[in-house]
């Protein structure tokens, strides 16, 4: 998941907050992951003000889970092959994960991943880009020291208003 809408200014990028439509789309992704009954093991979160505020408002969507989350500077500025050396090193007993960072990270690991065999209508939303507060959700059958290229069927594609 892309972190949703922030503001353009605050005293550092870190610091950016969300806006009011940012913190509206967050939670709607996080009503969309509950709808579907995705609720994640683990939430990867950036240590990004806008990041941690995307995690808090999807969270909203699942009061009583017992999510465990890590959040984590390197995020932050995450090379697509530090996010992945991330996940490779993730423990078997994690099913379902939520990453919330940053493009062009976010965008490409959603590349990456993708085998091409997957839901159309995700496919087709992806391929029209990686919006503020857009969430992928992948099937992945492979361990997670497994991950790697073409491993995961994209099954579900959500887009904020951006």
């Not at 579907?36 to 889970?65: I, K, N, Q, Y």
């Not at 078997?92 to 590349?111: D, K, Q, R």
């Not at 209508?121 to 919006?131: H, M």
Request: charged residues 20%.
């Amino acid at each position: 998941m892309r972190h949703a809408k922030a503001e353009p200014f605050a005293p550092s990028d870190h610091a950016r907050p969300l806006t009011e439509r940012g913190i509206r789309d967050a939670r709607a992704a996080g009503v969309h992951l509950h709808d579907r009954g995705l609720v994640p093991d683990l939430a990867l979160v950036s240590s990004a003000t806008r990041a941690l505020g995307t995690w808090s408002a999807v969270a909203e969507a699942f009061p009583d889970a017992d999510v465990d989350v890590e959040v984590q500077d390197a995020l932050f500025s995450a090379s697509f092959e530090t996010l992945l050396e991330t996940l490779n090193a993730l423990p078997e007993e994690e099913h379902t994960v939520l990453f919330v960072g940053h493009n062009p990270t976010a965008a490409f690991l959603c590349h990456f991943l993708d085998d091409g065999e997957g839901d159309t209508d995700a496919v087709s939303g992806l391929l029209q880009g990686f919006p503020p507060a857009a969430l992928a959700v992948f099937e992945v059958v492979v361990p997670w020291a497994g991950l790697e290229a073409e491993t995961g069927r994209l099954v579900d594609y959500h887009a904020g208003n951006g």
